[in-house]
Nanobody, 121 residues
Framework: QVQLVESGGGLVQPGGSLRLSCAAS????????MGWYRQAPGKQRDLVAT???????AFADSVKGRFTISTDNAKNTVYLQMSSLKPEDTAVYYC???????????????WGQGTQVTVSS
């Protein structure tokens, strides 16, 4: 059973910074990609940033230059460093991972429970 556990959300003032973490645990063969999505009230869940096992990253246009994504492969953890936060960044942030699991070695997608980020003065 694979689990993704997120941490690091909270309340921050506009212009501030916050770092989210997401750790994957369970029986895994390989983590192929990890990423972050967010969902604001009344809106769909949108991609924020992703990173592949090889280190290739992708970002939503709205966060380019402000957010960075990185991984600690030894800890099966992905980080989202958010800077210059704006009120429109307020949302529930969800971790996502594409993981190959035994015994059939098929790739499955997993989601974390979500962590609230609120940007407000």
């Amino acid at each position: 059973q694979v689990q993704l556990v997120e941490s690091g959300g909270g309340l921050v003032q506009p212009g501030g910074s916050l770092r989210l973490s997401c750790a994957a645990s369970g029986r895994m063969f390989s983590i192929n990609a990890m990423g972050w999505y967010r969902q604001a009230p009344g809106k769909q869940r949108d991609l924020v940033a992703t990173i592949t096992r090889g280190g290739t990253t992708a970002f939503a246009d709205s966060v380019k230059g402000r957010f960075t994504i990185s991984t600690d492969n030894a800890k099966n953890t992905v980080y989202l460093q958010m800077s210059s936060l704006k009120p429109e960044d307020t949302a529930v942030y969800y971790c996502n991972a594409k993981i190959t699991i035994p015994p059939n070695f098929r790739e499955n997608a997993y989601w974390g429970q979500g962590t609230q980020v609120t940007v407000s003065s």
